[in-house]
């Protein structure tokens, strides 16, 4: 998919750099900075869109193992991506760039069966703050999406047989294409550096979160 992507831009003349990471490893993200610094210069966005999750899990159910590896894609992964951008931005001339953090409405309400994604995207939220607080000397916004149920292969893990409900019923909740969620980013990231989105929740219009469900 990532050379699907690249392809795909380069026609409209975009000039690209695949670059699989693991973001849950340190040396491999301040490698994937460093070969963008090489190829390109600086950096100016980061998008911190890694992310997993498992299907509904009660917390005494949960494993301690699916707990961290949770937490280390969403929430360490995010930490450590940032860290090396803010890094670069602060340093280059002209100085500054911006961060743009994948939230969740479950950085807002949890979901039954979903302790370690909730806990993640509640990190998350904290780490977009505390960015957004040390990233003004620097010319750094930071700034956050809480999307709502996105089509993608996370969906497909949460939505499947119908996303588990407070009352214990399931649902099969309404999405929206990725598409829309890419012009979301976009939207943000075209921003001029002096302003900053720092929340902003999108989310399918009949989807049950405004009110009591």
């Keep these: 998919p990532l050379q699907e992507t690249a392809a795909l831009a380069e026609k409209y003349g975009a000039i690209c ?51 961290r590896r949770i937490i280390d894609a969403n929430l360490t992964g995010s930490f450590l991506c940032a860290r090396e951008a803010m890094r670069m931005m602060k340093d280059q001339m002209p100085m500054g760039g911006r961060i743009i953090n994948n939230g969740s409405i479950s950085a807002q309400v949890p979901r039954p ?9 509640f990190g998350v939220s904290g780490l977009t703050r505390t960015l957004a607080l040390e990233g003004r000397a620097h010319n750094i916004p930071v700034g956050q999406i809480d999307f709502g149920n996105v089509t993608t292969a996370v969906s497909a893990i949460t939505q499947s047989g119908g996303a588990l409900q407070p009352d214990g019923s399931s649902m099969v909740e309404p999405q929206f294409f990725a598409a ?9 990231a075209a921003l001029p550096l002096e ?14 979160f405004v009110g009591r469900g």
């Design 17 to 67: 750099q695949v670059a699989p990471c693991d973001v849950t490893n340190e040396g491999c993200v301040k490698a994937t900075f460093a070969s963008a610094k090489a190829a390109f210069g600086r950096v100016d966005l980061l998008f911190n869109n890694a992310g997993t999750n498992i299907g509904a899990t009660s917390v005494v159910d949960f494993s301690s193992t699916d707990f």
């Design 113 to 121: 069966g979903g302790v370690a994604y909730t806990c993640s995207k």
């Design 180 to 188: 829309h969620a890419a012009n979301t980013v976009h939207a943000m």
């Design 195 to 208: 302003a900053n989105a720092l929340d902003m929740t999108v989310l399918a219009t009949n989807m049950p």
